[in-house]
């Protein structure tokens, strides 16, 4: 079986090389032969893989590859709405516990939003999280104090307001591969609101609840998608979901390859086309 690992031209560091080699050795080990390909570079390609993993977030890329009749792990469609905070929200909203959420409304250029974050900030309370509805890694994601520290972080691109739900600063990590849980930790941070590894927070293996268990599972299946990682806080509530978490770190926290068995699933899933 022949594939490509689809990865962004444009983005470079040592946390991406690192996971990039680990899915091509774990891809040689199943007997797999898997190329790494840039989104650059594939726009010009014209041979067409059995399969696509797609380590990146250039959706109509994804598309393209699905278009030619090449299947993609995760669809197009799964990235597409787990990159899009607001997004995500709208789909699992009435399906699954979640903070109360306020989408600040579209612009074609700068505007005044003051009067929507008041309105806003009234219905969610205060501190209230500002969060730019497409990042990774816990970045555009702040905690607010006042009005006008939200007003501060708007800068044009699509955002949304959350209620802030206290949390003790952490969270759980849940990864998913088809239908199960298969690794969890809990992330923590003393210094920050954010559990993100990426901004100081730390990580310990974690024995999810069966209620947990269950809304992992069942919002990767809402979402289409092949494998993810869902963030779930202490309340329950869904946080966010990743379409390409990044795997290392609950590798090495849990002792768990979450890599061999995403190959497990895609190879499971070509065999059904």
Known sequence: MHGFL????????????????????????????????TNENAVFLDEKPDFVLFWDK?????????NRGVPVFNSSRSIEICDDKAKTYLALENKFSQPKTIIAPLSFFAVDYSRFVNMAV???GLPVVFKERCGSFGEQVHLCQTVDEVMKHINGKPFLLQEYVECNNSDARLEVVGDRVVASMKRSNKNDFRSNITNGGVAEKYT???SEIATAVAVCKELGLTFGGVDI??????????????IINIMNTTGVDVAPLIFDEISER????
């Open 208 to 210: 999810p609840t069966d």
């Open 122 to 124: 009234e219905k969610l």
């Open 58 to 66: 250039d959706t109509i890329l994804a598309k393209a590859f699905e």
């Open 6 to 37: 689809v990865v962004n031209h444009y983005l470079h560091g040592g946390k991406y090389n690192e996971l990039h080699e680990h899915l091509l050795k774990t891809a040689k080990a199943k007997g797999i032969d898997l190329d790494i390909v």
């Open 270 to 273: 070509i065999k059904q086309i």
């Open 233 to 246: 806080l202490p309340n329950g509530a869904v946080c966010e979901v990743n379409s390409n978490a990044h």
